[in-house]
């Protein structure tokens, strides 16, 4: 099986094909280009470099969310553009999910980190162990407080992994010594990543969508939709005053 992955969640953008399990390609950038400029410059190399082209896909996998609402739309439009000529199958992928793959080789409590600003991260816990990736908590945007709270029953190994890991890493080593800060080649978000956990969610009977199906999961509402709802409401709240005020 050949399962072409993309991640566009973050700053960080890359593209992956994995074979048979084997991690045959992987295109990395974050050079602060737009995924717009970056993302099919990068696919059609990397095709080319693997010999490899998009009908030799059998599965496209994407990053589609936690992140970059920008980033996702991206993204999952890249994925659509590349799938929808022969109807190929799509495999959704959390973000969170794929960040905890980055540490097959550790053995311990993965925990996924991304700055979601305004003080809160996306985040989930999972167990990594002997390469297996077993989910512990649903994905959450929620404050990093609440994240300690989480991770203080813990006795094993703690990593933190993701773009959000080196806000929070020495708040968190100061309270809990057993927390470790994922190594830079593994930090960022990645392509391969999202490969193989499509290919593990594949092999444990998880259903692929149809291209058209395919869409971003956001966790909570985009700035500007959050901006229009506060708007909303202050103008809510005036109206009352003034009714009060009139009588």
């Known amino acids: 099986?050949?399962?072409?992955?993309?991640?566009?969640?973050?700053?960080?953008?890359?593209?992956a094909i994995l074979s048979d399990?084997?991690?045959?390609?992987?295109?990395?950038t974050n050079a602060g280009l737009t995924h717009s400029e970056t993302i099919m410059p990068m696919v059609r190399s990397m095709l080319e470099c693997a010999k490899k082209?998009?009908?030799?896909?059998?599965?496209?996998?994407?990053a589609a969310g936690p992140g970059s609402f920008t980033g996702l739309r991206i993204g999952i439009s890249a994925v659509k553009g590349m799938t929808l000529p022969d109807d190929k199958p799509c495999c959704a992928v959390s973000t969170l999910e794929a960040l905890a793959y980055n540490l097959?080789?550790?053995?311990?409590?993965?925990?996924?980190l991304m700055d979601a600003h305004r003080g809160q991260v996306y985040t989930a816990l999972f167990k990594n162990q002997n390469g297996d990736v077993t989910r512990l908590t649903d994905d959450d945007a929620t404050e990093?407080?609440?994240?300690?709270?989480?991770?203080?029953?813990?006795?094993?190994?703690?990593?933190?992994?993701?773009?959000?890991?080196?806000?929070?890493?020495?708040?968190?080593?100061?309270?809990l010594p057993n927390v470790l800060l994922t190594p830079g080649p593994f930090l960022h978000q990645r392509a391969g990543s999202v490969a193989y956990a499509a290919r593990q969610r594949l092999m444990n009977g998880?259903?692929?969508?149809?291209p058209d199906a395919?869409?971003?999961f956001y966790l909570r509402l985009s700035q500007a939709e959050r901006e229009l709802l506060e708007k909303q409401s202050n103008n809510h709240k005036r109206l009352k005053m003034?009714?009060?005020d009139y009588g």
């Not at 099986?1 to 593209?15: F, Y």
């Not at 998880?206 to 149809?210: L, R």
């Open 104 to 112: 097959t080789a550790f053995n311990g409590i993965a925990v996924p």
């Open 53 to 62: 082209s998009l009908r030799d896909m059998d599965v496209f996998a994407i």
């Open 214 to 216: 395919l869409a971003p």
């Open 1 to 15: 099986m050949n399962i072409l992955a993309l991640e566009t969640s973050a700053k960080a953008a890359s593209c």
């Open 21 to 28: 399990g084997s991690l045959v390609a992987e295109f990395f």
């Open 144 to 175: 990093i407080n609440e994240v300690y709270e989480k991770l203080k029953s813990f006795t094993e190994p703690v990593m933190l992994v993701g773009d959000g890991a080196p806000l929070y890493y020495r708040d968190l080593s100061d309270k």
């Open 242 to 244: 003034r009714r009060r």
């Open 206 to 210: 998880g259903g692929t969508c149809a």
